[in-house]
């Protein structure tokens, strides 16, 4: 079979969004997207379905872009299987090049990327031609632009995270939804037109094992990744590291330490590390770690109980990590449960769903005690958390 004859009821069948782009809630991330440039690709970065595919046809609708122009492929079809590799994408281009006048650009939608051996050095060649094509490509794992790849694309690609839905967005799909809600029913767009969201959600929580952690560090079976990760998902808010993990899964610290961080990649967790303006004493401090979605916790944790409290400040940590890329916790004889940089200054935040307790205040004024230039400290509960989505959307 040729590529050509391969690529043509591929591209068809994915390239529906342009006949008819599907109703879909309109994602806030769309308003710090970038215009699209021929020589920069834009690398949408997320946990698995949380959106990408359906964000790319916003961005078609959103941007306005010829819909003869634009060509849709997922690399996670099964029948690419066989030829995923430079090959197939230039297949692509070709097909494209045989579709759209001369004169016309052409935007291509490459879904799951990661999926297709040395796309980097072959994107890196197109993005330096910058002629007519545009690229915009999703992966499910943060690997995907991490070290190497990070490299061969330097100045040559603007990222973007896309998370589950915000309280925000979960608004718009529930307009009589209340926060409490929302942290029972989490954020992943399918899981809300479901009754029984708790075992699709565990299907996610699989997939993603095998599909976005597993082949990552080569593990022989996903039992002891799916343990590592129930743990920390267990221990949300909490000061955990390798060697306490140790106690609770049977693996050694440089394994735990190595699936902790393939977990990461594969945006199944995030880390809230030690604040201080010290690198070499914040690696030695513990990290904090945060599900990336309270009801994909939920649904794999033998706990029936809905951990308000942890839920709440997960919701929270997740609102300020989608404005400020870094969030950290801090800790004295008391707590600060997020620290942000705002510029150079630290702002201290204080979380509690039922009301702050003199603990949470104490430990505040030890916070700015120790950093006299701190900015002014915020305290969020329920009743103030939709100022803070607000303030941070």
């Keep these: 079979m040729t590529y050509q004859s391969l690529l043509l009821p591929v591209i068809e069948d994915w390239s529906f969004f342009k006949k008819e782009p599907p109703q879909s809630i309109e994602r806030n991330v769309l308003k710090s997207l970038p215009e699209l440039q021929p020589d920069l690709a834009t690398v949408i970065q997320g946990v698995r379905r949380c959106g990408k595919s359906t964000l790319l046809a916003q961005i078609m609708t959103k941007r306005e872009l010829p819909r003869d122009c634009c060509f ?5 079809d099964p029948r690419l299987s066989d030829s995923l590799d430079p090959n197939l994408l230039d297949a692509i281009v070709s097909f494209a090049d045989a579709q759209v006048g001369d004169n016309e650009p052409r935007f291509f939608f490459l879904d799951e990327i990661q999926a297709v051996k040395d796309w980097e050095k072959w994107l890196r060649v197109k993005l330096d031609k910058a002629g007519k094509n545009h690229f915009v490509i999703t992966g499910s794992n943060a690997a995907l632009l991490s070290g190497e790849l990070g490299t061969v694309l330097t100045g040559r690609h603007l990222p973007l995270e896309l998370f589950p839905f ?66 920390v998902f267990d221990s949300t808010g909490s000061e955990l590291s390798a060697r306490k993990l140790v106690k609770r899964v049977d693996a050694s610290v440089d394994t735990i330490m190595t699936y902790l961080d393939a977990l990461t990649k594969a945006y199944m967790i995030l880390p809230c590390p030690y604040f201080t303006f010290s690198e070499r004493k914040r690696l030695v401090r513990n990290t904090k770690w945060y599900p990336i979605d309270c009801a994909l916790r939920a649904s794999v944790l033998t706990s029936g109980s809905l951990d308000l409290g942890k839920n ?75 100022n803070l989505v607000s303030v941070s959307g």
């Design 72 to 76: 849709f492929v997922n690399f996670e």
């Design 166 to 231: 915000d309280f925000s967005e979960y608004l718009n799909v529930k307009p009589e939804g209340s926060l409490e809600a929302f942290l029972s029913d989490g954020g992943f767009p399918r899981a809300q037109t479901l009754e029984n969201a708790p075992q699709l959600l565990r299907q996610y929580f699989t997939d993603i094992i095998e599909r976005d952690v597993r082949r990552h560090v080569a593990a022989r079976s996903s039992t002891l990744l799916a343990q590592v990760a129930r743990a």
């Design 312 to 386: 709440f400040e997960t919701a929270v940590f997740h609102t300020l990590r989608r404005e400020h890329r870094e969030v950290f916790y801090w800790r004295g004889e008391g707590e600060v449960d997020f620290v942000v940089l705002e510029g150079s200054r630290p702002r201290p935040i204080q979380v509690s769903w039922d009301g702050l307790k003199n603990r949470h205040k104490k430990a505040m004024a030890e916070f700015i005690d120790t950093f006299p230039n701190a900015l002014e400290p915020l305290f969020v509960t329920k009743e103030n958390f939709t």
